[in-house]
Each structure stands twice: as structure tokens, then as C-alpha cells.
């Protein structure tokens, strides 16, 4: 296997795709997988990163709402008592002012203006800020005259001017200041997690530190290699451990980035790493400073300056995860709006027909391996009820009420999960969560398939597209298994709010198929 041809290109997504292979579990891997004891250094600092940080991309797109929605206001204000003849139609007269709030954010856009150091340094960019909003307004001014009739004198003009020009140049001012103070709490930053010890990496930290605004954290290393070849402390940074205990470091801290600092023609071991670490739900970068080789620009990313190969994305970040739950919240009320006289129906049924509480809860994993507890409408004897689930459910096991029968066949004992969507412990759309035991015949999922743990890196969902494709019910073989977790990848892979709504529709007529749910 050799990554880099005869052109010196990196092969990003041939590394990619051999990580991320549906693979039988190999009897090695096994014990790698599960969780590890973390050293008590590595536990302390994991736990100073517990509370998440705020991303950058969220804070820009805040912005730029902030900044659209304020233009947008003084517009309408300036517009009805600065014009000497304002347009009764108010229409014509919002649709050209919020043309022109767009036009102006678009415009700092271009001008680079939405940039963390160009926002940390207003007075520098404070002219393009100016001439972009007086552009904008031009634009607005005639537009107005033209679609709505309306027309301002030159000194309404100016007001105008003068108050979007203050606003922008206040609001600027206080955002620098409030950038610097989320640097300096560690709220607004970017937490990274070195991997691999040496001179490699005290270069890559050398790097990262001579950034100018650099909103990297480097919260520690990991690298399996003894201290004669990988020090203890690495350009000031503690080694915190191995790369075993750097998954169970990176599913307690709150990590935003995996960097590698690896030669790129070291492929079998950034292969062997990435087949452990790819199933974080965090970006993995292989640092390219110190190759030698000529890329294309596209080839690479960076951070600051530093050069970078993109291996692994997060999956549903920044505003895609706030879209999708906002999917969620609404979808799940309507449900529940729509469902709650067959919910009240279930649950007086399950109490009249069998002793015991209306609902189950369950220990299952969660988003990054979280333990959450979700809901069920109970469908076995309380005194039959396996909270585990080592033993999974069969057809026609004694355990199963009459009325539990029926609630599963139809899956009316999954809709208490609508609550666990409210709560955001589920989505509606995702991989399905599996109890923390849950396993077939003796072993665990995760003993089944190296990659089973990939399927956290979203949160669980109500159904999923494993279930729209007929994997519903019991998984009693290997081959079901690594079934449901490739077609759970390859909803990841390729998620999209279009994607969660089609599989949202189709599942009531897949529910039609009961061959598989007992």
C-alpha cells in the first residue's frame, strides 16, 4: 500500500475509505476497544475540558444574523421618518431594505470581514466595513426609488448613513472585546489533542504557538512509544498516555480536533491510528509542516498557516446540528400533538392488562458512548424485564406481554422516545441506540465489528435508516449486525435534513413489515 504515488499527492480519500471499512473484529482489537482506565493526570486535565466551547463558525453566522437583523430594523426606522414622502405600501418598501441588509453582509463577506482576526482588530478592517455599508445603502436608496416610489433628501441620507455606520462601528468594537475575553476563558476556542511524540510534534506545537490569533488549545499528547523516543513533555505539553486511553480522554473531554504529527509517508501506522480514533465524533487532521512534497492546494487545509491534511470531519457540526435540532424539536411536538390519544391509549393498556409501571428505562449508548436513559413503553412482566438486554427479545418469548406484543409488532412502545428527543438525548432520525450490554449469543457489538462504535459520532435517533431498509428487531447473527452498522455509517456519511425527512415519511410504511419485530 503505498499512499503517495509517483506524483507526491497524498491520498486522502483511499486512506479514508480503508479506515473506515466495515471490518470483522479481529480478537486483538477487542480489548483495545473498550474503555481504559485513564492515568490521573490525564483524568484531571479531561475534566477541565468537560463544558463545551463555542465554535467559531456559530459565532460568525450569529454575526452576521445580529447584523442583517439590526441593518434590517434601522432601514424600516429610517425609511418611515426620514422620507419626506414615505410609500404606503409596506411590502415593496421591507422587501428592498432587506435586500439591501443581505447585499451589505454579503459584501463584508467578500471583503473578509467575517474573519476571527480581522474581528479581533476592528480598526483595521473598519474602512471595508464603512465603504461596504455604504455600498449597500447606495444600492438600497435606489432601489427604493425605483421599485417602491420612495424618495430621501439628501440630509435623510446621511442620517441614515450615519446611523448604520455607528452601529456597525460600536457593535464591532464590543464583539473584538468580547472575543478576546471568550479567548481568555477558554470559551471560544478550538481543543486540539496531539498525537505521537518526538521532534515531529514539538514542531507542529512550535507551529501552532507562532499563530497570530491562534484560537488552538492544546489540551495534551498521547503516543504509545516509550519515553526514550517520545519524551515525557513535548515542547511544554505533557505526554498524557497511549493512544488507547486518548479515545477514553477524547469521549470525556469536550476535544474538537485529533492532529497527527506523522510523517504522511508513515501510512501504516496513520492507518492503524485512524482505525482506532475515526470513531470520534471530532476532526482528524494529519499535520503535513514538516513533508517535504509538493501539494495541490486543495489537497490540504490549514490552521493559521500550519498546513494540514483533512481526513475526518465532524459529523453534523456547528449549524447543521442547531437545523437538525430545530427538526427535531418541531417534528417531535407535532408527533406529539398528532399521537397522544394512541399514546394515552397504550399506557392505560399496559397498566389494566399486567402489573407494574407504565414505562421502561433503559441504560443505552448515546452521542460519543454517553449513557443515556430512554424510554419505553413497558411490554414484558416487570418480573421477566431484562434492563440489560443480554438476552434479546425472540418470536414468541414468554417474556412479552399479551399487549407488549402488539406494542412492539407496531413499534407504539418506542413513542415515549419522542420525550427523550425533547430532552436532546435522541434525534429523531439517527442509528438506533443499543442497550450498553446488548449482544448476540456471547459477545458484545462491538466485538463483532471494529467500527461499531463510528455509529455514536451522531446522537441515536427514533428510527434510522437501518430500520427503513428492513434491519428491524432482533440481531441474532454477525452479518445482521455489520449490516445495520453499514447502513448507520452511510446515513452519516451522507446526511442531510432531506435525508432525515425522507426516512422520517417512509417510516410509517415500512412499520408495515412486521416480519422482524416481535
Given amino acids: ?127 471595508r466595513v464603512l465603504t461596504c455599508w455604504a455600498i449597500g445603502l447606495t444600492a438600497t436608496l435606489g432601489l427604493l426609488y425605483m421599485i417602491a416610489g420612495e424618495s430621501h433628501t439628501a440630509g435623510g441620507a446621511i442620517a441614515w448613513l450615519a446611523a448604520g455606520g455607528l452601529f456597525l462601528t460600536a457593535e464591532r468594537q464590543l464583539f473584538a472585546f468580547g472575543i478576546r475575553h471568550w479567548g ?58 497511549t493512544f488507547a486511553e486518548l479515545v477514553e480522554f477524547a469521549r470525556l473531554a469536550r476535544i474538537d480536533m485529533l492532529i497527527i504529527a506523522l510523517p504522511a509517508t508513515a501510512e501504516a501506522r496513520i492507518l492503524e491510528l485512524l482505525r482506532k480514533l475515526w470513531v470520534l465524533p471530532v476532526d482528524i487532521r494529519l499535520a503535513a509542516h514538516t513533508n517535504r512534497l509538493r501539494f495541490r492546494p486543495r489537497s490540504y487545509s490549514h490552521v493559521g498557516a500550519v498546513p494540514m491534511f483533512d481526513i475526518f470531519d465532524k459529523p453534523i457540526r456547528d449549524w447543521d446540528s442547531v437545523a437538525k435540532r430545530a427538526f427535531d424539536i418541531t417534528f417531535a411536538l407535532v408527533a406529539l400533538v398528532l399521537l397522544w390519544p394512541l399514546m394515552i391509549a397504550a399506557a392505560i393498556a399496559v397498566k389494566v392488562t399486567s402489573k407494574g409501571p407504565v414505562l421502561f428505562r433503559q441504560k443505552r449508548h448515546g452521542f460519543n458512548n454517553e449513557v443515556i436513559e430512554i424510554l419505553k413503553f413497558r411490554s414484558m412482566y416487570t418480573d421477566m424485564s431484562d434492563q440489560t438486554a443480554v438476552k434479546a427479545v425472540t418470536k414468541g418469548d414468554p417474556r412479552v406481554t399479551p399487549v407488549g406484543r402488539f406494542l412492539r409488532k407496531s413499534s407504539v412502545d418506542e413513542l415515549p422516545q419522542l420525550l427523550n428527543v425533547l430532552r436532546g438525548e435522541l434525534s429523531l432520525v439517527g442509528p438506533r441506540p443499543h442497550a450498553v450490554q446488548a449482544q448476540t449469543g456471547n459477545r458484545k457489538y462491538v466485538d463483532v465489528v471494529e467500527s461499531y462504535f463510528a455509529r455514536h459520532r451522531v446522537k441515536p435517533g427514533v428510527t434510522g435508516w437501518a430500520q427503513i431498509n428492513g434491519l428491524r428487531g432482533e440481531l441474532d447473527s454477525d452479518e445482521k449486525i455489520r449490516a445495520r452498522t453499514a447502513y448507520d455509517l452511510d446515513y452519516i456519511e451522507n446526511w442531510s435534513l432531506f435525508f432525515d425527512l425522507k426516512i422520517l415519511f417512509l417510516t410509517p410504511i415500512r412499520l408495515l413489515n412486521t416480519e422482524n419485530a416481535y
Fill in 1 to 127: 500500500m503505498n499512499q503517495l504515488g509517483k506524483s507526491d499527492q497524498f491520498d486522502v480519500e483511499s486512506l479514508r475509505r480503508q479506515a473506515s471499512e466495515i471490518r470483522p473484529n479481529e480478537p486483538g482489537h477487542q480489548a483495545a476497544q473498550r474503555a481504559v482506565e485513564l492515568n490521573p493526570l490525564a483524568r484531571q486535565i479531561a475534566e477541565q475540558f468537560r463544558d463545551n466551547s463555542y465554535s467559531p463558525a456559530m459565532l460568525i453566522g450569529q454575526l452576521r444574523l445580529l447584523e442583517f437583523a439590526s441593518l434590517l430594523a434601522i432601514g424600516l426606522l429610517a425609511s418611515m421618518l426620514l422620507a419626506p414622502e414615505p410609500t404606503q405600501n409596506f411590502l415593496p418598501r421591507f422587501a428592498v431594505i432587506a435586500f439591501g441588509a443581505a447585499l451589505v453582509v454579503l459584501l463584508l463577506q467578500l471583503a473578509d470581514a467575517y474573519q476571527i482576526p480581522m474581528l479581533r482588530a476592528p480598526r483595521r478592517t473598519m474602512v
Fill in 184 to 241: 481568555r476563558n477558554g470559551v471560544m476556542e478550538r481543543r486540539a489533542v496531539i498525537i505521537g511524540g518526538g521532534e515531529p510534534a514539538k514542531q507542529l506545537v512550535r507551529a501552532l504557538e507562532q499563530q497570530p490569533d491562534n484560537d488552538i488549545r492544546i489540551c495534551g499528547i498521547f503516543d504509545d512509544r516509550r519515553s526514550e523516543r517520545s519524551p515525557k513533555v513535548v515542547a511544554g505539553y505533557p505526554k498524557l498516555g
